[in-house]
Each structure stands twice: as structure tokens, then as C-alpha cells.
């Protein structure tokens, strides 16, 4: 690959990076290669914004590439106080028309999110379920209210709750392992349990669980504990989420920090929008023509692993099916589904604001209008 660019690239001399010389060590090929490869050196890459027009090319704002190579053709999704339904990605803008009266994602930016680590929420559980810390008092009222409606979590136990609320029926799980964790739990149950053969997944996450929005009868015990089955994960989450432009967009990525499309050449910096079209190009001419090249292979590695997370997933899922379920039928929403319940609120559109469904659900937890 690097004398060459691979079997692909052979034949462009951009590519070749290294030659051999006659003592049958390799440098670099030429000076602008050094001075190239000198200037990528310590580059952080960011998540970038992508523009998103109507389809007469309009501006409409702008979107992080991670939350757009997440939707599907056809989603809806929140954009500057306005719902828009995506039309089609393209490499360097997203196209969306205005959408009325439909669920829409909240964006979520990578910056705001945290950093729950499944060792962390196993010691959490470990407190509540007994632990002398000061904070444990403060939260006296609000266990007391989940261990009369529901239950507390406990360690060693999946904590699952089936909830009516707002008109709809949810299943919520506290498996306590982080909310990027249970996205990917939400999105795997969601094709195991057949949610998303009858529309599109509601759902939502947080740091302690997550909640599925139900169009049918309540799953069974052992069909929920099926669900969790660790193996096979890849094929099932590529039914979910579109996998070939999560892996389109993470070649962007690894494309610039291996030099094959420099940030700055001859000590200009490219744009943004010509780099990726530039890396979308690359992409389709190796996927084509040489697609054992290392670079591909890179990029499915980093979109399973990190952008689906898909070993820690298996992990998971391996844990939580040798865990025995406490499901509880709680008749009203309890303090540990209000989050949870909160973002779904945040994507139903309707003549009422947010604020009036957030006091009903307070309402419904016993809390008045507090």
C-alpha cells in the first residue's frame, strides 16, 4: 500500500509514498511526500458539520456527520426548532423537506455526551442496593417511590418494566451499562423483538436504561431473554442502522489520518468539502476494485468496534442473559423511566407544548407540579 497505494492506486504516482533505494532501505518516495506526512502529524479529526438543504438547494442548517450517518432516508429529525424529513445524504450536504406532525430525532451532539462505562454502572447498582454514601439520602424519596411502584435495581438482576404512558406502551430496561450501550441494546432488541418490521424504532437511552416503544402485545419473558442472545450481532445491527454509509463516513476519517488524502498539501489547507469528496471518491474506487485494500478493512474494524461498539455490545448482551429478569408492571411511570420518558416527549409533535406533557408526566409520578 505504501509503495504503491495498492493494486487499485498503482498506477497514479500521488500514491506511491515509498521507494526503496539501493542499500534497500525505504524513504520517502519524494519532498512533498516528507513535507505532507510532516504536517498530518498529530492531527485530531473532528466530527464536521454537514449543511442540510431543501431540495431547491436552500440552506437549512447544519448537522453533525455522526447524527446524519444515523438516520435512514424517510426519518424525521429536529433541526432549529423546525421537523424535517431526510431525503437523501449525499457526500458533501443532506437533503430534507419540512415535515408536520411526525416523531423526529433530537440531535445529539458527540460533545454533550457522557461517559458511563458499564464497570461504573455495575458500581452504582452496588450502592443503591446498599451502599452509606451522603448523595443516597437525597435520593431517599425518589427510591422509595421506585420500590413502591416497581422495584430498585440490584446487581446480578435485569431490572425491566412494562409501562402504558402518553397512550403508548413502552418496555424500559436498566441494565445501568451507558447510554452509547443501550442505543446499540435498543437498536439490536428493536430487529430481534420485530419492532422495526412494523415502522420506524421509537426509542430512547440514558445512562441507567433504555425504552422501546411497542406496537403490539408485551414480549414474553423468555422471547425478551432470547432478544439478549450475545452472537450474532454484525448482521442484525446492519439491519438497523444503515452500516455502509456509518463505514463510508468513518473512511473519511482513516483515508486523512493514513495521508491518502492530505488536510494540506504544499502548505495550503483543503476544505472540508473537498476533502470529502475526495475520500468518497477513494472510497467507491477501492470498494470496487481492491476491496481487501487494509484501509477498508480499517474502516469496518473502527465502525463496528467504536461506532456500534460492537464487542462491548456482545459483552453485554452475554452478561445480561445469564442475569435473571425482574419485570414489574408498575401502574404509572416510575422516577427511573421519567428520563427516559422525557425523551420520547421531546420527539412527539402535537398541539401541546413540552411543558404541559412534562407536567402531566409529573402528575402521573406523584410529584404535582414540581
Do not use: K, N
Not at 242 to 252: A, K, N, P, V, Y
Amino acid at each position: 500500500m505504501l509503495e504503491r497505494g495498492g493494486s487499485a492506486l498503482a498506477r497514479y504516482p500521488e500514491f506511491a509514498r515509498l521507494r526503496a533505494d539501493g542499500d534497500g532501505r525505504w524513504r520517502p518516495a519524494s519532498r512533498a511526500v516528507a513535507r505532507d506526512h510532516r504536517l498530518a502529524i498529530g492531527t485530531l479529526l473532528g466530527d464536521e458539520l454537514i449543511p442540510v438543504r431543501s431540495p431547491a438547494g436552500r440552506a437549512l442548517g447544519e448537522l453533525e456527520e455522526r447524527f446524519l450517518a444515523r438516520l435512514r432516508p424517510g426519518e424525521a429529525f429536529r433541526l432549529g426548532g423546525e421537523v424535517y424529513r431526510l431525503l437523501a445524504l449525499r457526500e458533501d450536504h443532506a437533503v430534507a423537506r419540512p415535515a408536520r406532525r411526525e416523531r423526529a430525532v433530537v440531535p445529539r451532539w458527540l460533545g454533550g455526551r457522557m461517559a458511563l462505562t458499564p464497570e461504573l454502572g455495575e458500581t452504582m447498582l452496588e450502592v443503591l442496593a446498599g451502599g452509606d454514601e451522603p448523595e443516597l439520602a437525597l435520593a431517599a424519596p425518589l427510591l422509595a417511590e421506585q420500590a413502591r411502584g416497581s422495584a430498585c435495581p440490584r446487581p446480578g438482576e435485569l431490572l425491566v418494566e412494562l409501562i402504558e404512558a402518553e397512550g403508548e406502551r413502552v418496555l424500559c430496561l436498566y441494565p445501568f451499562a451507558g447510554r452509547e450501550l443501550h442505543a446499540g441494546l435498543a437498536a439490536l432488541l428493536g430487529v430481534r423483538l420485530g419492532l422495526l418490521a412494523v415502522g420506524p424504532l421509537a426509542f430512547a437511552a440514558d445512562e441507567r436504561g433504555l425504552l422501546l416503544g411497542l406496537a403490539g402485545a408485551w414480549p414474553e419473558a423468555e422471547r425478551l431473554r432470547a432478544a439478549l442472545a450475545a452472537e450474532p450481532l454484525a448482521e442484525e445491527l446492519a439491519a438497523a442502522v444503515d452500516l455502509s454509509t456509518l463505514e463510508r463516513r468513518r473512511f473519511h476519517a482513516v483515508a486523512q489520518i493514513a495521508g491518502l488524502v492530505p488536510r494540506a498539501r504544499g502548505g495550503a489547507r483543503r476544505s472540508a468539502r473537498h476533502l470529502r469528496l475526495s475520500t468518497a471518491l477513494l472510497y467507491e474506487v477501492l470498494r470496487r476494485h481492491d476491496p481487501e485494500h487494509p484501509m477498508l478493512g480499517q474502516a469496518r474494524r473502527e465502525t463496528l468496534e467504536e461506532e456500534l461498539a460492537l464487542r462491548r455490545l456482545a459483552a453485554l448482551c452475554a452478561r445480561l442473559r445469564e442475569q435473571p429478569l425482574r419485570i414489574c408492571r408498575p401502574p404509572r411511570p416510575t422516577p427511573l423511566a421519567a428520563p427516559l420518558l422525557s425523551e420520547r416527549l421531546r420527539a412527539v409533535l402535537g398541539p401541546d407544548r413540552l411543558e404541559d406533557r412534562a407536567r402531566r408526566l409529573a402528575a402521573a409520578l406523584g410529584a404535582g407540579d414540581g
